[in-house]
């Protein structure tokens, strides 16, 4: 009898190495696979590992360039940001990564993915959302919702005892009482003991960005190009001649990250809401990432007329709740995606920023050509503005407001 | 014949002195009225001022407690931040002046009231809609809209002139290149050498906070405590037991403009969409706003129902449109206003956090009850959570996705 | 040892019959739970039914008025309608049919609470949704959700030859090509032949009302009567000295089903989205629940603001999607009902409708108060009105349009 | 000196012939412009009045096509409903106009338009703001809102014995007390009469539509085709071999304004809010139009996936208000509608609609591909649905119900 093939989305951690030797002892044949988006991970080692335990084959595959290009930065020009403050670093990541997988699941044909995460995350839905998307007959086995798997393994400790016992090698530093999750846009932190989110988070938890008293003592300010709302190079310095510019998206990221880090840019410490209905309390570094959304957002501010700044808002909004919950692929996401797409076409300029003690300045913004008009915003000129009309316009909004008073008045006599 | 009565705001400057003596000379009667909201001002001196030039009286109020109890605090409850950025200061400002000049005018029976708004700016329609809401049967006279006020006083210098010749005094200092508005909640920069939104503003405009290099060398970590919604108390330093415990909401403001201050907390460079339809360039800064609507929105996020969160956010952004153009005592706004109170029954608890370096950065936050389930959201306890049940989840919200692939394929082989 | 007791969703047709004597074949006790919410039904020998095939005790409740007082008017006040069509005559009967059997339960201490709603459909959402939000820690047993029960009564064969074997009645009458839900509210057809959205529906498969054909010849005016927002009164016919005036809910709603029946109103026959993500097709009669609708809509746009109205709109079509949902008892809402209400205040008033073949027609609609003023709209009085005022609020919108012009051509040339 | 040109948006009555003669005495050259919508208008004899009176040159110009292509279709595309209510008719038809007649304006190198609409109504606004959109540099001379003209013309009587005064021709018949507005689309009633909302409206007031007392006995069954949303055939009847299939959209809409009239379809009354502020009355008929309407509703709500239809929704409510404000060639409205359009490419298909006694009733619909799936929707076979994954998404939808019950709990113990 042949045995069926899982592709397994593979850490190199504990717990994905104990599903990978659960599952060849369920009888499937496993190959692993990993994407490489920028954590920062020894993958020849983790190779070496899932061979060890019996892998059928490792797949390594590098998404940097992918995942900014088609989820990071789109992510910049939709202006994604869940609950007013998560720029949704490991959400973008998901359905890039589930390209990947299915792709190598569809080319092995495999009949199976499989995956680590646990079953009150967010995780799992988005990457099945995804997987299921893109592979509507494919079929996922999520070991940490299966009662065999989760009953057998209710902590850490077993799943050490179980590594023990089958040869799989567990790293010697003992684990950090948080999780992680990390690529080249963020790292993460929740769990452990900050499930507690009247807890301060303990001290040197950070690895992207510096405390603010360890950051640089000189500003740097730079420029940001944007092209149809995306990031599309990097002066740095800002306005000099023979200042560095970066055109490859993944070396601006990288160097936007670095000069972020120094500064101490991109924190948050959140209590947000997930799918399924819990809260949970979250911390994230996105020195990047925040970089480029401020400068992102002012430049829209100054690019885009009013009335469809509100109605961007609102789709965009929408938008980062259907990443957030793993729909990236769905038919609403492409459609808001469609839409928010085209409401950046004139949304083409620069701005000039300040990276300094966690701070992200703007200080200046300009465009070749924009909605905003010096002259007719002017004080000292009229710019062919007739003031008499004001008059006009303020008394007809002032209509509806004396028809209220005097219904409020006929109201107030009625009683 | 008698003299009908103007009541005219006053705010002891070039525009408004000339204004009172123009009335005057209009052959109007005129009490100057200014109302104490915190700015920087010689209220005995513009007193002295009005009166010399030809004021019949001059009333100054002190709405200092009032603007903080019923336009401030409430715009952080209801989270009212202006195209994702501006926190409202002039725009909450403006109703809780009329509210006062028009209880003068009923009072004294005056037939008008003055302003010395320009013609192309936002507070002659949040002035004249808040006076006209409060008092529909009252007219308003706008000098800067009137044909023959705007044609004989075309620039700054025909002012002076003017001055000059009806023995108005004119500061000797001269004049900064740009405007300000000013109150207890922030100061705003805007026009002039501001409005070229490409250059970077001079140094030195901000006076409620320090520039990043100058701003204290040691974080302060403080506590802010709300009663739905409200910032009730702050505690400095967090989580002392002999920290000091500010319960007045003048007093909190001013510590915490104080503070915000020394840390340079709460600047912001925009471009911004006036409701007359305008794109202008402003400059800002909201020490204390900046560090409460941090916070609020911190707590909001850990108390609130995910769901209930998404309206209340639809509703909050809808109400900073409604007060930004000056409609704060419209019917909507009256409704919204009710709607977003509501929200806000369950919004209790204390919020921890660390203000240094220009950044206000959340710490911690609690509350005596709350929808947040250590327990539930726990990695380490099941805390009543079946993991099977997400398999349904997923594969119940996989089914319209799966749906959207058939349909996809369906199109694809149909072309 | 103890059986546990189970309280099931009784109903006296085949499934829930089976359902019952399967559960006590399981070994629990059941009392069977009927709601009278208007449906037509004996109810008198459903429960000699139950009790013969082994009930331990039958409770019938009449709803009828509650279901009218707490779930239909409150639907008419908040304006719901799923999907632009759909009145949610049974969305809403669920609730309250969950409030009654929860009652029950907690009385009587059981430990489930069982229904016969299938598994592809938004019954069971609804029910067992508004079960856990009103007894959290109450258990649901839903067989048609359980593969013991599903797999092996895979069709409606399978239940007749149990039910046959177990001695369980079987109605005589085939039962018809399709499945129905009735209430005093609407009737809603589904499933079997009309599961083809292509397929004209039988002739004569509707029952509270007649056919366009068989409907009276002569239009019936009457006048409906609402407090904030709320139906509280109908006079037949409008405007006549001697009329019947139905103030009773319950009347006034089987009053309106009788003359919407007779004429023929509130059919549609429609494809909608459930929300597990499948679309399924129905036809609903709703006969009171359209006139009333109808009406409330125009007296609402003659009493409301009209910003006020744009924001009800919103929070209404989402409390749509709620209650569609199942959602009746949750934050959202409980919170979204709260502002729907809120706006409710000053729709006061009353509408003369004409019912008449098929169509609910508005004649005429009156308040004592109201944001109407027919002097100020009047085109052959000024009532207060300045011309001139639309040519400076027309100039001052038209600024944003030329602003967008200028850019354009500017974008042009820049080509 | 030569006299400058004025294109004068004539409509053959009382008004715009005293306008254009006023015109002429105030030494402009005047141009007539006629747009044919389909009103019902006897041209020519317009064409010789104006000439009579002194125009310089009439252009009457067809765009019944242009208006049915470019404004009519797609607003049912779009789905564009006013109030839940209004079809648009008019609003619809000003901007179409008003490319007409800026196309005049500037081949003739004029520098004016003027129009005879009132200073309260909406129409001044859409069709100012159209002009200024397509013509930036023109500028509209409204005598209505200009005092030398409406001080002087104050009432209908003044204008007929100016007219009488300078020999032009008044209509024999007296004037209807109320006005209409006229197109192939609909045709709206207001003012005089109709300006109180609890009078019931006149009987024979309607034009394009029969009493239902007088229409048809039988039904009219027919089938609409849609491609992207756009009706572009109908079939009568329907399901026919030899059934008339008409494509030219101005046949179509003239058919169905035929059959809808014959049916009396269409026809509303209501109290809509002005983009000016104020409530008005109005009567409209739009028999094609609601044909189209209703039946492209439902083929949507069959094609869209519920996410994408909920969006367009939102979207469908914004683009209602703009076009009724006349904000057709705004930013907003431009971008918003290639949005709109965007989630139209999978609305193609067939609908079954009776048309009888007023009312246009849904039979059945179809289409080639589809999000429709009978198979999985259906109660017989499972369609690869499996019903214990309902089991997971009800508890877990669930969970956060329970906790928001668990938290009013500790409230209530809190208390």
């Not at 452990?192 to 008293?213: F, H």
């Not at 209905?277 to 979250?282: E, I, Q, T, V």
């Amino acid at each position: 009898m042949t045995r069926e093939l899982v592709i397994l989305a593979y850490s190199g951690g504990l717990d994905t190495s104990c599903i990978l030797k659960w599952l060849i002892q369920k009888n499937y044949d496993v190959v692993c696979y990993m994407a490489d988006i920028g954590q920062d991970e020894d993958f020849e080692k983790a190779k070496q590992k899932a061979r060890s335990i019996g892998a059928k084959d490792v797949i390594v595959e590098d998404l940097r360039e992918e995942f900014i290009k088609n989820y990071m930065l789109p992510g910049v020009q939709m202006g994604l940001v869940y609950e007013s403050r998560y720029y949704l670093g490991t959400s973008l990541a998901r359905p890039c990564i589930s390209v990947g997988i299915v792709k190598a699941a569809k080319k092995l044909k495999a009949k199976y993915i499989s995956h680590g995460a646990t079953g009150k995350g967010n995780d799992q839905v988005r990457f099945e959302l995804s997987v299921y998307s893109l592979w509507p007959e494919g079929k996922v086995i999520a070991p940490w919702r299966l009662p065999e798997f989760f009953e057998r393994f209710q902590g850490r400790s077993d799943l050490i005892e179980y590594a023990k016992k089958e040869n799989i090698p567990v790293s010697a530093t003992p684990k950090e009482p948080w999780s992680t999750d990390e690529n080249i846009m963020h790292i993460s932190y929740e769990s452990g003991v900050l499930e507690d989110p009247a807890a301060i988070p303990p001290a040197k938890i950070y690895k992207m960005t510096r405390d603010l008293q360890q950051t640089e003592d000189y500003p740097c300010v730079i420029d940001i190009n944007f092209e149809k709302g995306l990031p599309v190079s990097v002066q740095i310095p800002s306005n000099q001649e023979k200042a560095l510019v970066i055109t490859n998206v993944v070396a601006m990221v990288e160097t936007l990250n670095k000069l972020g880090g120094q500064h101490g840019v991109g924190r948050i410490d959140i209590v947000e809401n997930r799918f399924l209905g819990l809260k949970s309390r979250g911390l994230y570094e996105t020195p990047a990432g925040t970089i480029l959304h401020v400068a992102h957002l002012d430049l829209e501010a100054y690019a885009l007329d009013r009335e469809v700044q509100r109605i961007k808002k609102y789709l965009q909004d929408k938008m980062a709740d259907f990443v957030y919950n793993g729909f990236w692929f769905s038919p609403e996401a492409n459609y808001t995606r469609k839409c928010l797409e085209q409401s950046q076409d004139i949304v083409n300029g620069t701005v000039t920023v300040q990276i300094f003690k966690g701070n992200v300045t703007i200080l200046a913004r300009k465009s070749s050509k924009s909605l905003y008009n010096q002259e007719l915003v002017s004080m000292d000129v009229s710019g062919g503005f007739s003031p008499e009309d004001s008059t006009g316009f303020i008394n007809i909004n002032a209509l509806r407001l004396k028809e209220y008073a005097r219904f409020l008045k006929q109201s107030e006599l009625n009683k």
